[in-house]
């Protein structure tokens, strides 16, 4: 009776146990199937918000290249299109490495001094003015700015460049123009102080 009684009582124990645990892992499965279709809808909505956003970068006129911590590059249409014009195949290396020249076009940026370098050393980069290719009329001349984005778990940088040669020849015609307007109106002004000169001389 006693060992009859005690394995009835150990099938009950085992019965309840068991019952308990299929509650629990039906409960687990149920938090594990929710939490990865959360999951899944964040990462389609994170795809999706990187699809809107390579669109966007394509459409724009301006170069914008990342450099990623594991090493990854990724560059926009406008900057493949940078490259082909300077005879370059990799518009990530291009915007990386150059060639970089001064502003006067001839004179080779120190490699210390190329931007993205000095925004990897702390220094803030904006708007830098430097010349795109070798010299010559594929030369491009350019502004560039460097953004880190650092994060807990990596860093990466965002280099946004414009073309700026329509701004560079409206300059260079402005300076023409000052010039030649200088010019013009020193002739004439030498010749009436030249006369105003010769008549002072006289009592």
């Known amino acids: 009776v006693a060992t009859g009684l005690n394995l009835t009582l150990l099938l009950g124990m085992s019965s309840w146990a068991g019952s308990r645990w299929t509650r629990r892992h039906l409960a687990q499965r149920h938090l594990l199937e929710a939490q990865t279709r959360l999951v899944g809808s964040a990462l389609d909505s ?42 370059a195949v990799d518009a990530a290396s291009v915007v990386r490495d150059g060639p970089f020249y001064l502003p006067d076009g001839t004179t080779p940026l120190p490699s210390r001094a190329h931007p993205l370098t000095l925004s990897r050393a702390g220094e803030e980069v904006e708007r830098a003015f430097v ?71 006289e009592p």
């Open 131 to 201: 010349r795109l290719g070798h010299p010559g009329p594929s030369q491009v001349p350019i502004h560039v700015s460097v953004r880190r984005v650092a994060s807990h778990r990596s860093e990466r940088y965002v280099v946004v460049a414009r073309d700026v040669s329509l701004e560079v020849a409206d300059e260079q015609a402005r300076d023409d123009a000052v010039a030649a307007v200088s010019h013009e109106i020193k002739t004439p002004l030498t010749s009436a102080l030249g006369y105003l000169e010769l008549a002072l001389s």
């Open 46 to 87: 994170a795809r999706t918000q990187e699809r809107v956003l390579a669109e966007v970068l394509d459409v724009v006129d301006f170069v914008v290249v990342t450099f990623n911590a594991d090493g990854t590059t990724s560059a926009n249409r406008a900057a493949e299109e940078l490259a082909r014009r300077i005879g």
